[in-house]
């Protein structure tokens, strides 16, 4: 092989990582995971597992990532050669494939709704009929998976460009086009007549509803939400160049992140409490309560496509970042070419994203654990496998890997002054590992 592919600018390396943690996770899972588990309860417990598991977990993984400049299994082989420590690499490709295997069905749904509102389709409709529309869409066979194969070939078109012409040029121009989009919404809402109401429910912690559950929700959506423990940010960060201040870059992530989750929010319930509607509406949220919401609005067709399309945006830039996981492991172990890797990588997820989405309809009554396939990928996937990949990522960094591997790549070689050091390395040694194991027994009721 030839020497690592690099991101080419600093802008771009911001712009990737931020775009593969801003998705999905935090416009359409965070607001209703917020709304199901106690509002601003949940947004507490959240932040603080961002600060204190997010943070400490996301410079591990960028240690590794940077250090063996390689893809998520072949990282742990350079670093503990002989060792079983690259199982985790596998975990992390499980977790990836799992996750594509929903993740493309909802981004196919964002398209739909996309195109039906560019064609004005969405206006004029009562609650009832935008609940029966959505429920008759995702349940009918064809529709949503014309929509996921096609999400699947934009995929793919910028997959097989590589990593500076594909993944960089779409972040780039994708990311700043998001953050405006989203400004345009904040002020939007926050100018509705009561929208002070949703506020309050949204950011006034009601201590009385924490719970474990609550807890171990809020944990495994920080993990999902910042693309935690599944090797996408070893992946990523291979790429960053020997310049990159990683802690600067892990806190920028994680800021920006929240914000867009928080943005979301804000967006989201003052809307939802202003046109009298439920905050406790689940998965459908953003799909049956804001056309309904934007339908009262003057000008609806205009704010409906302007926020699929900001759907569909976060949703590709996470995707992308998904597959990229496999395909740097293909590339690398199996050598590969990018674009052999993205077609095999095509075809396992148009099989798995098929299956997921026929679960939802004509084969609803194939249960594991009594879930839907669709709703054990993501309880699997974000719940246990994200948390169990960071545990393990932070144990190795703690406890198995030389300290000043860490130190050298956290100070770029004693270049950067970094007070945080310590701190850091203390959460990733202690705190992380031993907050994660318990929420684990306290939210499976083991302790
Ligand atoms: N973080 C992205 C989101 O919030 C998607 C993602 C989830 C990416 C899990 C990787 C792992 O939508």
């Known amino acids: ?12 390396i911001i712009a990737t990582t931020v775009g593969s943690a801003v998705g999905l996770g935090n416009i359409w899972r965070f607001p209703y995971e917020a709304g199901m588990n106690g509002g601003g309860a949940f947004l507490m417990v959240y932040i603080l597992c961002v600060l204190v598991l997010g ?9 590794i990532g940077r250090h063996s400049k390689s893809d998520t299994v072949d990282a742990f082989r350079k670093l503990r050669p002989g060792s079983r420590w690259h199982y985790i690499g596998y975990i992390g ?23 039906r509102a560019i064609t004005n389709d969405l206006t004029g409709k009562t609650a009832a009929e935008f609940r029966a529309e959505q429920n008759a869409f995702i ?34 121009i994708l990311m700043p086009l998001l953050f405006v989009i989203l400004l345009v919404f904040c002020v939007r809402s ?7 109401e949703g506020l309050s429910f949204f950011l006034h912690p009601d201590f009385s509803k924490i719970t474990p559950q609550v807890i171990i929700r809020a944990m495994g959506q920080a993990f999902f939400s910042l693309s935690l423990g599944m090797g996408i940010l070893i992946t990523y960060s291979s790429y960053f160049t020997a310049k990159t201040h990683l802690i600067k870059t892990a806190t920028t992530v994680a800021i920006l992140d929240t914000s867009v989750a ?30 309904n919401v934007f339908n009262q609005m003057p000008v609806s067709a205009l704010w409906s496509t302007l926020f699929f399309l900001l759907l ?22 199996l050598n590969m070419s990018r674009k052999k890797a993205t077609r095999i990588m095509m075809l396992v997820i148009a099989v798995l994203s098929t299956v997921s989405s026929l679960s939802i309809g004509s084969w609803s009554d194939i249960r594991i654990f009594g879930k839907t396939l669709f709703d054990a990928c993501d309880y699997f996937s974000a719940i246990i496998l994200l948390p169990v ?59």
């Not at 943070?55 to 240690?63: D, K, Y």
């Open 389 to 447: 990949g960071g545990l393990l990522i932070s144990i190795f960094i703690g406890w198995f890997l030389k300290k000043n591997i860490s130190r050298e790549e956290l100070t770029n070689r004693n270049k950067l002054h970094e007070p945080l050091f310590s701190a850091i390395f203390f959460c990733i040694k202690y705190i992380a590992p031993i907050i994660i194991i318990l929420i684990f027994l306290s939210g499976f009721g083991i302790i």
């Open 1 to 12: 092989m030839g020497e690592h592919v690099k991101f080419a600018t600093k802008l771009g």
């Open 312 to 333: 569909t945006v976060a949703a590709l830039t996470s995707t992308v970042s998904l597959f990229e996981v496999s395909i740097a492991f293909l590339i690398n172990y």
């Open 55 to 63: 943070i400490p977990v996301m410079c591990a993984e960028f240690i």
């Open 93 to 115: 490709i499980l977790a990836s494939v799992l996750i594509l295997g929903y993740y493309l069905v909802i981004s196919g749904w964002t398209l739909e709704y996309l195109f």
């Open 190 to 196: 926050l100018t509705l007549p009561g929208s002070s």
């Open 262 to 291: 928080i943005l979301s929010g804000i967006i989201i319930f003052p809307a939802v409490f202003s046109c009298g509607l439920d905050p406790v509406a689940g998965p459908d949220l953003v799909f049956v309560t804001l056309p």
């Open 139 to 172: 349940q009918s066979d064809l529709r949503p998976l014309l929509w996921t194969y096609i999400f699947l070939f934009i995929n793919y078109i910028i997959l097989s460009r590589g990593v500076q012409k594909g993944i960089e040029k779409m972040s780039n």
